[in-house]
């Protein structure tokens, strides 16, 4: 076991803390990140490692939601929050039922009891596997019914396998700051801090991280030297081709993940125009761009200024990328929650903005220069469909082959794809599930 994984128990109130944010995602729908920091600040949970490790409990009972909910209604007990997290700890931890049920129901020191019925109902739970023959499938992959038919349509015969690896928990992956130092002494520096790292597989500027504590609180993190970013993001940023002196937009910045991964690209050389319609996130981006000594970038709100300095943009991009707006499917084992705050998606309503933004890239960027459209979806409705549908409303467009892109970027083979939009999965190459197309306008206008 990694030693990052030896967890104490928690305290009781960072398990009042934990019950409560888990409320707050099932009967709410708050985002789990959002609803467990909220929480552990209201009870003012404070150590680093316990609001770690109160933050890893959500997110695994919230990947083991459905088989887990499916149990309690087997031994007829209700699955709510407190059944759930002391399920968890009886199924998936091994803990007897007694123990947990008094740490759980409920958390204060003060009202620890167990009544005889409950226990005995929890008592079939010790020893038996998640898994059962009697669950139905669904269940038993975790996935909303609404999404079956995008799945099975998407992925095909690997469909379980994909599901059953969404339901462990991700790799932790960094990607190096270039602009402060290189792989190798990034590896050295994490490793002063307690924390062991390899280089990942394919981005050349990852890192996976085997052991050591959370990284939020180490100096190299603190200092802008790395920052956590999922490999399939990375190589997502690096097949833009982005290079010194170009002028480049990314048209959904967000927090500025694939922005700054764009800033150091680019050797801090030439213009990046960062825009969101987002305040808060672009505010959280300008404060990651000062700790990485990114200085290339131009932060633009889209507000009413912000939309008309985009509009006077038009064909003045080498470069643009759309990271779309999407249901999220290909990270649902870093958000869990997402499947169950989200069970129905809103496939038509994502597609129309999809369709939108890719159009008003294509309007920003100049003749020979190129977009690039990425979701962290695995689903063909915003990945394969929607490039199809560019291609056939801008003729003056046409699919880039994005393995020569990868060749000149990234390591190893590029991955096998039927068309224009490459396919990275959690399953097949160990990254958060992404759709990856290259869009190249001609260089003659029509």
Known sequence: MEKSQKRQALSPWARTATIEALDRVLQKGAPADRAITETLNERRIEPAEERWQARRKLQATLAARARLGWWLRRIA?????????????VMMRGVSPEAALTAWRPAEPERRTTSSQLLSAFEPLAGAPIDHPEMDTLAALECPAAYEAPFRRALGDTMAI??????TAPERHLRVNILKGDVASAMRVLESEGIVTRPTNRSPIGLRILRGPDIAGTQAFLSGYVEVQDEGSQLAALLLGAEAGERVLDLCAGAGGKTLALAAAMANKGQIGAVDRSEGRLQRARQRARRAGANNILFHHLDA????????????????????????????????????????????????????????AAKLVRPGGRILYVTCSLLMEEN??????????????????????????????????????????????????????????DSVTH
Do not use: Y
Not at 317 to 323: C, E, G, K, M, Q
């Open 77 to 89: 007990v209700p699955d709510t929050p407190v059944n759930l997290l002391a399920a968890h700890e």
């Open 305 to 360: 200024d912000g939309r008309k300095w985009l509009k006077r943009q038009r064909g003045r991009f080498d470069a643009v990328l759309v990271d779309a707006p999407c249901s999220g499917t290909g990270a649902w084992r870093r958000n869990p929650d997402a499947r169950w705050t989200r069970p129905v998606p809103d496939l038509p309503g994502l597609a129309e903005t999809q369709d939108r933004l890719l159009a008003d």
């Open 162 to 167: 994909e599901l059953r690896t969404m339901q």
């Open 384 to 441: 394969e469909d929607r490039v199809a549908a560019f291609l056939a409303a801008h003729p003056d467009f046409s699919p880039a082959n994005i393995a020569v892109q990868w060749n000149a970027v990234a390591n190893g083979p590029c991955p096998a794809s039927d068309g224009p939009v490459l396919r990275l999965t959690p399953a097949r190459h160990g990254t958060d599930g992404f759709g990856i197309a290259c869009l190249r306008r």
